[in-house]
Each structure stands twice: as C-alpha cells, then as structure tokens.
C-alpha cells in the first residue's frame, strides 16, 4: 500500500517505520525542514530503541521516504496518517491547530479517494472537524473527491515503541463505512499472526478510548503515589503493599508502583484534556481532578523529603542527580520530575550535578535552558564528587544496580533520596548509607 504519515515526531516516524517495515511504500511528511533534512542523512532525531536501524534499512530498501511536500506525498497514497502533535493549550484543552492545518493542506491538494486516519490523540468529536475541514477546502476548488475520516489512536510507549507498533495488544479503528475499515484491515493484518487484535468501532468512541486507557493508566499510579503517603504516615511500607494489593488479579502488578509522579508527553496533558472536554460538555469529572492534583503534588515529594532532611534553605549544598527522562528508555523529558525537582532544589539555594544516559542534550536545550547552578556530567559517579546526596529520579538500568562502595565514598554524606524505590533490596542502612524512599 501507498501510505502517508503526516508528522515525523515519536508517533509519525515510528508508525512509519512500521509500515514500510511491512512492505508498504511510505513517505513520511513533517513541517520541520531540519528534521527531514536530518533524516534524509539517515540522522534520527529521537532515540527509540530499535528505530534508527529500522529506518536506514527500509529508506535503503525504498520503502521509506520523507519531505516537507504533502502535496506531492499523498499523490498517490490510499492511506494518510495525521500524526501531528496536539499540545496542551492554554486552558488545558488539546492544541487542534496542527491537526486541522494538516486537514486543510489535505484538502487543498487531494486528487483521489483517500482514507484519512486521525492517530493524534484529539478530543472526541475532530474526526467531525477534520471532515469538514477537508470538505470545505474541496468546495473551494470545486472538487468533489471521496474520502474517509478514522479515528485509530496510538497506544505506543516510547523506549519499547517499536516492540508495540509490530506487536499491538490492540488496535483500535473507529469508522463510519465499510471501505475504511476494509483498508485499515488491509494495513494492520500482516501485524497480527497469530490472532486478530482488531477492534473496531465508531469513531467517538474511539477518540475517547485512548483518553480512558491514559486516564485509567495515570489513575493507577496516582492511586498507588497517595496510599504510598498515607503509609509514610502510618508506619507501613508501600512497597510491601504493592505487592500484597498486586497479587490479586483483579487489581495486577502493572502500573501500581509508587515513585516521583508521571510524566511524559501524555498522561499529563490527556489527564488534563480529558477533564476538560468533561467540563465543556458539562460534566465535573472528580476523580480525574484528583489524579491530575496528586500527581502535581508527587513531583516535589523528593524535594520535601531533602528539606525535611537538610531544612528549608539550601544555600552551600549540592545534589547529585541520576536521571533527567520522565522514564528509562528515551530522551524525552516532557513533564519529567526532574524538571520540577532540579527547580525546587535550586530556588532553596543548592546547586546540582547531573548525569542522564540519554536525556541531557533536551535539558541542556529545552527544559532546564534557563536555570542556574547545573551542571552536566558524562558519568554517573563524577555527579557524586563533592554532593551532600544523591537523588535518583530515572530508573534506567546502569543506575540499578550502582556501585554502593563507590557511592558511599564519593558522597560527602552517605545519604541516597530514591524516587523510583530501586535500591530496597540492598539493605542499604546495613552498608552505612542513609536511604530514603517513596512510600516507607
Ligand atoms: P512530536 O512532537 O514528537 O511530533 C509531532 C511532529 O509533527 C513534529 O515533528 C512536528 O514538526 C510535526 N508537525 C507539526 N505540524 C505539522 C504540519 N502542519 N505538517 C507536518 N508536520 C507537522 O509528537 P508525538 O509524541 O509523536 O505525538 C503525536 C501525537 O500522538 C500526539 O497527539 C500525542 O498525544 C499522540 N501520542 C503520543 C505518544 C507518545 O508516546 N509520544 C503515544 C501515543 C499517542
């Protein structure tokens, strides 16, 4: 199949990759000339385990191709994907502006029947806006062109998208005729050998389903985050009732472990959406309030922790810090912890060092740009040298299983402040180090 994706960011360029990776012909479209330029070079602008090795081999093989032009790219596609970003706005509702900027040079420049496939995540209901969108900018140049508008959202993790994208626990189509979703069948079965995981339905409630699975996901671990501080409270310890909650398998292991708080690209602005499109059609959506609050909260319980340990003001101290990415396995660090903990830390006066495998160049450029008294480092124990603690906020796996010798000599004070509750095993006040963690 002739396919087009529309954005090259974590979702177009791995959901492409896939698909030309099955044999389909896609052109990958984004606004960015410097990011296409830089795939052109066979330069990858993100990391994703797996991705860059995919992308030089189906680019060499000539099913994977990109530019700034979607006119020309969707000339002869079937299949045009809009995976554009769709941001947090101002009052907490999704961005649709680059959705519907695409809709609308879709319309523009379409010559034939095209199935025109939302993957962004968007508030229910822009499938009815991107129709008309489209429509109306076929009126305009008096044309009167098929086309089909889907829902079928993206359920990808970054650090572990490739495994997702080729193997899906679901997909999930939302269309109104029978065309679209024979095409989209078409696309996604060689992805299914050894049962079909296609879940179809309308397209609301498609739209919808992907803020449910975000909303469930992010309520799960704001529900472990606030029984792991009533524990503190009480004298329990969380991650004993973690695994006695766990083991029933109504509840599950998955997505109850206390930490620092979520972040991402996601959860925090589909949490937040999601509330919002509740209010606009006048419902107050309680529970998903709280999520959103606890989590707000959760960022900072590390920093709490080290003013409850070193006091309110922070000036002459130094942290070390071992993780930037809101999770293992990628470089984004979009509504990281860290960002709000490396603040904290550094409006009470301390300065702190930091080492991430993979994130430090989008903190470096983006998210801690402007704040002073940070510094990089290119390994985990030069952080160390001269710190009062360290903190841990990412757990990625050089950081499990550390030296604790090294630590303790290198550290001024023996002190560790866990954020992800990955050294409990260790019994670390018996090798001399005072350790603090979520939920204990
Ligand atoms: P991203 O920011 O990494 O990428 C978006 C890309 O779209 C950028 O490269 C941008 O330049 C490009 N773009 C913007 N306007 C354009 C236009 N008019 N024409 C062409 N390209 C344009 O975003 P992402 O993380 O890939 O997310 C995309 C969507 O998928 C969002 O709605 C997000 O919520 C959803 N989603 C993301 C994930 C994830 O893990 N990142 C998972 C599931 C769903």
Not at 292 to 299: P, R, T, Y
Not at 333 to 337: C, D, L, Q
């Given at each position: 199949m002739n396919i087009t994706v529309v954005g090259s960011g974590y979702v177009g360029l791995v959901s492409g990759t896939c698909f030309a990776e099955m044999g389909n012909k896609v052109t990958?479209?984004?606004i960015d000339q410097k990011k296409i330029q830089k795939l052109e070079e066979g330069i990858i602008p993100i990391f994703e385990p797996g991705l860059e090795q995919m992308v030089l081999k189906n680019v060499k093989n000539k099913n994977l191709f990109f530019t700034t032009n979607l006119g020309n790219a969707i000339s002869d596609a079937e299949i045009v994907f809009i995976a554009v970003g769709t941001p947090m706005g101002d009052d907490g509702s999704a961005d649709l502006q680059y959705v519907l900027a695409v809709a609308k040079s879709i319309g523009k420049t379409m010559k034939k029947r095209l199935v025109v496939v939302d993957?962004?995540?968007?508030?229910?209901?822009?499938?009815?806006?991107?129709?008309?969108?489209?429509?109306?900018?076929?009126?305009?140049?008096?044309?009167?062109?098929?086309?089909?508008?889907?829902?079928n959202p993206e359920f990808l993790k970054e650090g572990a998208a490739i495994t997702d994208f080729m193997k899906p626990d679901r997909v999930v189509i939302g269309a109104d005729s029978e065309y679209a979703f024979d095409k989209m069948k078409q696309l996604y079965s060689p992805f299914f050998r050894t049962h079909d995981r296609f879940i179809t339905m309308d397209i609301r409630s498609a739209e919808m389903t992907k803020y449910a699975a975000n909303a469930m996901l992010a309520t799960k671990i704001s529900f472990?985050?606030?029984?792991?501080?009533?524990?503190?409270r009480v004298g329990a310890d969380a991650n004993q009732v973690r695994i006695g909650i766990g083991s029933d398998q109504r509840i599950g292991y998955s997505f109850i472990y206390p930490g620092a708080g979520y972040g991402g690209s996601c959860f925090p602005k589909d949490v937040k959406a999601l509330k919002k499109i509740a209010e606009e059609n006048g419902y107050k959506a309680n529970l998903i309030e709280s999520v959103?609050?606890?989590?707000?909260?959760?960022?900072l319980v590390i920093a709490h922790k080290i003013v409850k340990r070193f006091g309110e003001n922070l000036s002459g101290m130094t942290f070390g810090l071992w993780g930037l990415a809101f999770k293992p396995g990628t470089d984004d660090?979009?509504?990281?912890?860290a960002i709000y903990v490396v603040k904290e830390l550094v409006k009470r006066g301390a300065k702190v060092k930091m080492y991430d495998p993979k994130a430090m160049k989008e903190a470096k450029e983006f998210?801690?740009?402007?704040?002073e008294n940070i510094e990089y480092f290119n390994s985990k124990y030069e952080v160390l040298k001269e710190a009062n603690a360290l903190i841990l906020l990412t757990e990625w796996k050089e950081f499990r299983s550390p030296d604790f010798e090294e630590i303790k000599n290198t550290l001024i004070s023996p002190i560790i402040f866990d954020g992800r509750n990955q050294y409990i095993a260790y019994k670390l006040e018996d090798k001399g180090i005072e350790y603090y963690r979520i939920g204990k």
């Open positions: 990958c479209v984004d993957k962004s995540t968007v508030p229910v209901g822009t499938a009815d806006k991107v129709k008309i969108t489209i429509q109306k900018e076929l009126d305009v140049r008096g044309e009167d062109i098929d086309f089909d508008v889907v829902s472990m985050n606030e029984i792991a501080n009533i524990c503190e959103e609050n606890v989590n707000d909260a959760q960022k660090m979009r509504e990281a912890p998210y801690l740009k402007n704040v």
